[in-house]
């Protein structure tokens, strides 16, 4: 929905009383939601003005505090008879919120007396609106989990953790800087403890529980590139690289908070050995349509997450990654089809400690150089003839790795997903997925020693994106894990996710 203009500032549909507008249509729900919203706005703007109604203001004229109370007392008794009405005609009722968007200085938003008790959430709207215009613009997350193995695995156990993704991008031509010019930063952290032991599988059932390390709860800048475009088409960046955006697919990516929580679903697992999750790197890339067609990075191959990274520059060697993504229009259906590969000269010893695969630390055999090809696709079976950004389709992952010093030497996976196909819901989505994970022959027996007797793994995660309200989204997931570990009987996973963006 646009939001319509009132003398050069959005307006707020969701705050017009529809009973004295023909504007907008709300639902029973949303007059709740909103009296609820102005309940709590003049409930705030009451005690910001009236922090103590025993004691007048400094320097303040005593009939102006006498006006300002029984102003307070007046918002807060039309505040609970708005909240009682609207109780009373949402009851039973459930219906689909509407979005809004009301510049604050907006005399239906506000009351014109108090500027103060404007609604918070239409100020940060509003002020996001206004850095976006001046070249700033914030992604945040917040994804809490809480997820349980009901059967197999290592412990039958529920676990709460949470993750925080918070991006801000930084446009240097709107600021006056530089024209072309941008900055990315992201910054992570993770609180509580996720079911990546419970479980017992080498592939983690809810990647971003455990991002950016699971050794720390600590915030670490995980992202920080300046970019350069030397045309529409053409694009150089340099910095500190955030690998899990790459391997890009239209249904199986989202970084394990908007679609699958697999990291079997999230990005190939073939490449982990030889990408770290953060490091420092630059590269180049050619776009088609503002996205990425093919991409080259050469990147500090040791993960420096925790550190800035120049310390340890190219310490260990250089690791070199490219990807080439081609848009595709099999039977008038849209889709892609990347290609991939990664080589590291790093020497490899031990099996390194990666929250992206859960290895125990295990001596191996000195091992020099790596590698890894890989390939995915996504297409879409189905078009919403009424909006072509809706649909629904399948997706595709392969992958080799050398298997001198790669824990997976095979892996591959297929599902579907898109736009949920339930009439009314047509902000939800789904997927269900299924992967197949070959270990080493190289690497089986020195973790054989360790853990027992290893073989290959498989698995399959099903999940249902529910967009409860415009940033909020909640997911109930299950999981079948089937170990690569002999000793142990598959996992079976159930669990809820719940995203605020904001």
């Given at each position: 929905m646009v939001?319509k203009k009132?003398?050069?500032?959005?307006?707020?549909?969701?705050?017009i009383?529809?009973?004295?507008s023909?504007?907008?249509?709300?639902?029973?729900?949303a007059k709740?939601?909103n009296?609820v919203?102005r309940?709590?706005?003049f409930?705030?703007?009451s005690?910001s003005f009236?922090p103590?109604l025993?004691k007048p203001?400094?320097?303040?004229?005593?009939e102006m505090?006498k006006?300002m109370?029984a102003?307070s007392?007046?918002r807060?008794l039309?505040s609970l008879?708005?909240l009682?009405?609207a109780w009373?005609?949402?009851?039973g009722?459930i219906?689909?919120?509407?979005?809004c968007?009301l510049?604050?200085d907006?005399?239906i938003?506000?009351?014109?007396?108090?500027?103060?008790a404007?609604?918070?959430?239409c100020?940060d709207l509003?002020?996001r609106?206004?850095l976006?215009?001046?070249?700033?613009?914030?992604?945040n997350?917040?994804t809490?989990?809480?997820?349980g193995?009901v059967d197999?695995?290592?412990?039958?156990?529920g676990r709460?953790a949470?993750?925080?993704d918070?991006?801000?991008?930084?446009?240097f031509?709107k600021?006056?800087v530089?024209?072309g010019?941008?900055l990315?930063?992201?910054?992570?952290h993770?609180?509580?403890e996720s079911?990546?032991e419970?479980?017992g599988?080498?592939?983690?059932?809810?990647?971003?529980?455990?991002?950016?390390t699971?050794?720390?709860?600590n915030l670490?800048?995980?992202n920080?590139?300046?970019t350069q475009?030397?045309s529409?088409s053409c694009?150089?960046f340099a910095?500190k690289i955030?690998?899990l955006?790459?391997?890009?697919n239209a249904?199986a990516?989202g970084?394990g908070i908007?679609?699958?929580s697999?990291v079997?679903f999230i990005a190939n697992?073939?490449?982990?050995?030889?990408v770290?999750?953060?490091?420092l790197?630059?590269?180049f890339?050619?776009?088609?349509?503002g996205?990425?067609?093919?991409?080259?990075l050469?990147?500090n191959?040791?993960d420096?997450?925790?550190t800035?990274?120049?310390?340890?520059l190219?310490?260990?060697g250089?690791?070199l990654?490219?990807e080439?993504r081609?848009?595709?229009?099999?039977?008038d259906?849209?889709g892609h089809?990347?290609v991939?590969?990664?080589y590291s000269?790093?020497?490899?010893?031990?099996?390194d400690?990666?929250p992206r695969?859960?290895?125990p630390?295990?001596?191996?055999?000195?091992?020099s150089?790596?590698?890894?090809?890989?390939?995915?696709?996504?297409?879409?079976?189905?078009?919403?003839?009424?909006?072509?950004?809706?649909g629904?389709?399948?997706?595709t992952?392969?992958g080799f790795?050398d298997?001198s010093?790669?824990?997976?030497s095979?892996f591959?996976?297929v599902?579907?997903?898109g736009?949920s196909v339930?009439?009314g819901?047509d902000?939800d989505s789904?997927?269900?997925?299924?992967?197949?994970?070959?270990?080493?022959d190289?690497?089986?027996?020195?973790?054989?020693?360790l853990?027992?007797?290893i073989?290959?793994?498989?698995?399959?995660?099903a999940?249902?994106n529910?967009q409860?309200m415009?940033?909020?989204?909640?997911t109930?997931?299950?999981?079948w894990l089937s170990?690569a570990?002999?000793?142990?009987d598959?996992?079976?996973?159930l669990?809820v996710?719940?995203n605020l963006?904001f």
């Amino acid at each position: 929905m646009v939001p319509k203009k009132t003398s050069g500032r959005s307006v707020r549909m969701d705050l017009i009383n529809p009973a004295a507008s023909p504007l907008l249509k709300t639902t029973p729900r949303a007059k709740l939601r909103n009296a609820v919203g102005r309940f709590a706005r003049f409930t705030r703007a009451s005690i910001s003005f009236v922090p103590d109604l025993r004691k007048p203001v400094p320097n303040q004229h005593p009939e102006m505090v006498k006006r300002m109370n029984a102003n307070s007392k007046r918002r807060w008794l039309v505040s609970l008879l708005a909240l009682a009405g609207a109780w009373t005609g949402a009851s039973g009722v459930i219906a689909q919120d509407t979005f809004c968007d009301l510049g604050c200085d907006s005399p239906i938003a506000c009351d014109a007396a108090f500027d103060d008790a404007c609604d918070s959430l239409c100020r940060d709207l509003s002020c996001r609106e206004s850095l976006a215009q001046c070249g700033l613009t914030f992604s945040n997350n917040l994804t809490q989990f809480y997820f349980g193995t009901v059967d197999g695995g290592v412990e039958q156990v529920g676990r709460y953790a949470a993750h925080g993704d918070y991006v801000a991008n930084v446009d240097f031509g709107k600021l006056g800087v530089h024209e072309g010019l941008f900055l990315k930063v992201r910054a992570e952290h993770r609180m509580g403890e996720s079911i990546v032991e419970s479980t017992g599988a080498f592939l983690p059932a809810t990647l971003a529980a455990d991002l950016p390390t699971t050794e720390t709860r600590n915030l670490y800048i995980t992202n920080f590139i300046i970019t350069q475009a030397l045309s529409e088409s053409c694009i150089v960046f340099a910095g500190k690289i955030d690998s899990l955006d790459g391997d890009m697919n239209a249904f199986a990516h989202g970084r394990g908070i908007t679609q699958f929580s697999n990291v079997s679903f999230i990005a190939n697992p073939v490449v982990l050995r030889t990408v770290p999750y953060s490091t420092l790197g630059a590269g180049f890339a050619y776009l088609m349509e503002g996205e990425p067609l093919f991409s080259f990075l050469v990147l500090n191959p040791t993960d420096t997450t925790r550190t800035s990274g120049f310390s340890e520059l190219f310490n260990d060697g250089v690791a070199l990654s490219s990807e080439l993504r081609v848009p595709t229009n099999f039977c008038d259906r849209p889709g892609h089809v990347l290609v991939g590969a990664t080589y590291s000269t790093r020497d490899y010893v031990s099996l390194d400690q990666d929250p992206r695969i859960i290895l125990p630390q295990v001596d191996i055999g000195r091992s020099s150089d790596s590698w890894s090809v890989y390939w995915n696709t996504d297409h879409y079976l189905h078009v919403d003839p009424h909006d072509e950004s809706r649909g629904w389709g399948y997706f595709t992952r392969v992958g080799f790795a050398d298997d001198s010093n790669n824990p997976i030497s095979y892996f591959w996976s297929v599902g579907i997903g898109g736009n949920s196909v339930i009439s009314g819901r047509d902000k939800d989505s789904f997927g269900l997925g299924y992967y197949m994970s070959e270990t080493s022959d190289e690497i089986a027996p020195f973790l054989t020693a360790l853990v027992g007797g290893i073989g290959d793994s498989q698995g399959v995660e099903a999940f249902y994106n529910i967009q409860a309200m415009n940033c909020l989204t909640i997911t109930p997931d299950f999981q079948w894990l089937s170990q690569a570990r002999a000793g142990l009987d598959d996992a079976y996973v159930l669990g809820v996710r719940a995203n605020l963006a904001f």
